[in-house]
T-cell receptor
């Protein structure tokens, strides 16, 4: 049972335009959400996070939106740059017993930014 | 400063062999996680250490998988009698604290191929 879902395996956008990556989750006990970026042959790199008590968090070109009622979050990248081309993973965490802070990942979305 | 390092970066094992994968977390980090990433999937949680204590091993897929962190720093993930389904990238992550939310820093991973 996939608790964190990224339904778009890939996305292609033009340089300078907005990239919107989407993520849905099913577990209402998640209280922290993150986006990681991954280049080939490297480990995931933390990008931005949001607590469940907020609905928006912004860091430079990156903004994450959280809609708790819809159990949906999205990552906006504006403007998109060729160096943003990578796989983006949505992840969630919560204090649901056992190890707190273990991450539950989606399957990733491959973003290609065309020059 | 040094990030999380893992060795070896690549490992080829014949079915039935035992393997040991090493993780050097960021110095002083309390929490250490192991994840398994199959091809085309997101990372999946295996086990969690807080200092030398293994607090959660709910993600280990079988009793062939064993992890330790005897002195609260370096960790080793051991897989006995490897099977083809064990082929994956094994990722290690560390974070500064064991309570509350702190960013997890990932290593580059060890790609294990079982032939």
């Amino acid at each position: 049972d996939q608790q964190v879902k990224q339904n778009s395996p890939s996305l292609s956008v033009q340089e300078g335009r907005i990239s919107i990556l989407n993520c849905d989750y099913t577990n209402s006990m998640f209280d922290y959400f993150l986006w990681y970026k991954k280049y080939p042959a490297e480990g995931p790199t933390f990008l931005i996070s949001i607590s469940s008590i907020k609905d928006k968090n912004e860091d430079g070109r990156f903004t994450v939106f959280l809609n708790k009622s819809a159990k949906h979050l999205s990552l906006h990248i504006v403007p998109s740059q060729p160096g943003d081309s990578a796989v983006y993973f949505c992840a969630a965490s919560g204090s649901y017993g056992g190890a707190t802070n273990k991450l539950i990942f989606g399957t990733g979305t491959l973003l290609a930014v065309q020059p | 400063g040094a990030g999380v390092s893992q060795s070896p970066r690549y490992k080829v094992a014949k079915r039935g062999q035992d393997v040991a994968l090493r993780c050097d977390p960021i110095s002083g980090h309390v929490s250490l996680f192991w994840y398994q990433q199959a091809l085309g999937q997101g990372p999946e949680f295996l086990t969690y250490f807080q200092n030398e204590a293994q607090l959660d091993k709910s993600g280990l897929p079988s009793d062939r998988f064993f992890a330790e962190r005897p002195e609260g720093s370096v960790s080793t993930l051991k897989i006995q009698r490897t099977q083809q389904e064990d082929s994956a990238v094994y990722l290690c992550a560390s974070s500064v604290s064991g309570t509350g939310w702190y960013e997890q820093y990932f290593g580059p991973g060890t790609r294990l191929t079982v032939t």
